[in-house]
């Protein structure tokens, strides 16, 4: 079976989930000529690749090869900053630092930053209350994580805008295989504009001895003779960034989209919140944010009755597997009840990732607000624009309006009692009440290739 299944076909980008799964059935280890590499497609196939470390994460080398043989300085120079991410590296170079990123993200630092997302989740979505439609990934998707990670990190959430900017330019060349005009060059200016960003805020906190960020933790482990050189810290800064808030912008995303598409899974949720954490899981699987993980055969590898070459890229399809009927019960159904869930969507082995827990935890705290808006919503549009990026999977929009019924129903309730602001029922209530007025008055109130590439 020939493979023809192109990424960047329309059709595809919209929903590949069919072509995946004809060839998961038929062909489940096959050579793809768009991308001018192998796609692995079943369940097990692509949980062995992540466990076997003949296939290597350090795809960014051939990339900085080839760019140094074009003489193309500013090309080749982005090839070695990349190479610092941890993502981009294997053991034993890998070990050490992801060590040392583990200790910042652990359960308990996690959880002690749940009142500040629900902070941000409740400032961002307050402007949204004289509105009767807005954009869920302008207004809110992108944001919300967007400021916890500038929060983790230690920088000004004032800077949140700039980060959409650029992170848009350095997804073109991350991930995205498709021939973009200047792609290369808006992803170095990204990159570089980063680095200098970080290399001014490593230096910035250092010399004012400032603690209680990720980077401050950083900076003394550097400074008490820990592994991570100056140009590895700046280089996690930016994965932390970059990774932190593109993937869980496409969770919260995919989430509202696919529970306004299945009603009576919104229905479930509605009647019992405890289900969210079950809720994001399988969101998670369904519609997985990270859609395609890329491996570089280190040597001659049999997999699937295939021979994978040494050199030859392999795209380990997430989204595929997460939908293998070997392992998922009814995989092509959207059940937000369904256990077991061993989906793949972090990764899998020395690669997990180390922001899992943080990315449940926004999303966990964001529906806990956002599930009374949700009910009263509507999609603008079934006809969404998915973001072309092969690697990480969402729409670019979501634009959502009320109801005019709903509309009106607002209106009545706010000549009413109902209209009294936070501020106003303050004066009156005792501490305790008054940290339930403010929740209750807070949602009443919103309504609401071929070619030389990276991957």
């Not at 933790?217 to 050189?229: H, K, N, T």
């Not at 519609?287 to 040494?310: L, N, Y």
């Not at 209209?419 to 029922?425: F, R």
Request: aromatic share 8%.
């Amino acid at each position: 079976m020939k493979n023809t299944f192109d990424p960047f076909a329309p059709e595809i980008i919209a929903n590949p989930y069919p072509a995946l799964a004809r060839l998961r059935a038929v062909e489940p280890v096959s050579w793809n000529e768009p991308l001018g590499g192998w796609l692995l497609t079943a369940y097990d196939d692509v949980k062995t690749a992540q466990k076997d470390r003949r296939f290597s994460a350090e795809r960014v080398k051939p990339f900085t090869s080839h760019m140094a043989a074009t003489k193309r300085p500013e090309l080749e120079r982005m090839g070695i900053l990349l190479n610092q991410w941890l993502l981009f590296r294997d053991p034993p170079a890998h070990t050490p630092l992801r060590r040392l990123l583990i200790d910042t993200f652990t359960p308990r630092a996690i959880n002690a930053l749940r009142p500040r997302i629900g902070e941000i989740v409740r400032e961002l979505l307050s402007p949204l209350s004289a509105r009767d439609q807005f954009d869920m990934i302008g207004d809110f998707a992108f944001p919300m994580p967007a400021t916890v990670i500038a929060h983790v990190l230690g920088v000004p959430s004032s800077d949140v805008p700039k980060f959409r900017s650029w992170s848009n330019d350095l997804a073109t060349v991350i991930g995205n295989s498709r021939q973009v005009p200047d792609r290369f060059e808006r992803g170095a200016r990204a990159l570089f504009t980063l680095t200098d960003y970080f290399r001014s805020t490593v230096l910035q906190r250092s010399n004012e001895r400032k603690k209680g960020a990720l980077v401050d933790d950083l900076i003394s482990a550097r400074e008490a003779g820990g592994p991570m050189s100056e140009e590895e810290l700046v280089a996690s800064c930016i994965l932390i960034l970059f990774a932190g808030h593109e993937t869980t912008m496409n969770l919260i995303g995919n989430a509202t989209l696919l529970l306004l598409k299945h009603r009576n899974q919104l229905a479930l949720l509605r009647d019992d919140p405890n289900l969210v954490s079950s809720m994001v899981e399988e969101v998670l699987r369904y519609e997985c944010a990270a859609f395609v993980i890329v491996r570089v055969a280190d040597e001659d590898i049999e997999i699937g009755g295939k021979t994978i070459a040494k050199g030859d890229r392999v795209f380990l399809m997430l989204g595929a597997a997460n939908r293998d009927p070997m392992h998922f019960d009814n995989p092509e159904s959207f059940d937000i009840q369904r256990n077991p869930n061993r989906h793949l969507s972090f990764g899998y082995g020395i690669h997990f990732c180390i922001g899992a827990q943080l990315a449940r935890v926004e999303a966990e705290v964001a529906f806990k607000y956002l599930l009374p808006l949700i009910g009263d919503i509507e999609l603008v549009s079934e006809d969404l624009d998915w973001d072309d990026n092969f690697v990480l999977r969402g729409v670019k929009s979501l634009l959502l309006r009320r109801p005019a019924a709903a509309a009106g129903v607002r209106a009545e309730a706010d000549r009413g009692d109902l209209d009294q602001s936070w501020s106003e029922k303050r004066r009156t209530l005792g501490r305790s009440e008054k940290r339930e007025a403010q929740r209750f008055c807070c949602l009443q109130h919103i309504g609401i290739g071929r070619n030389p590439s990276l991957f």
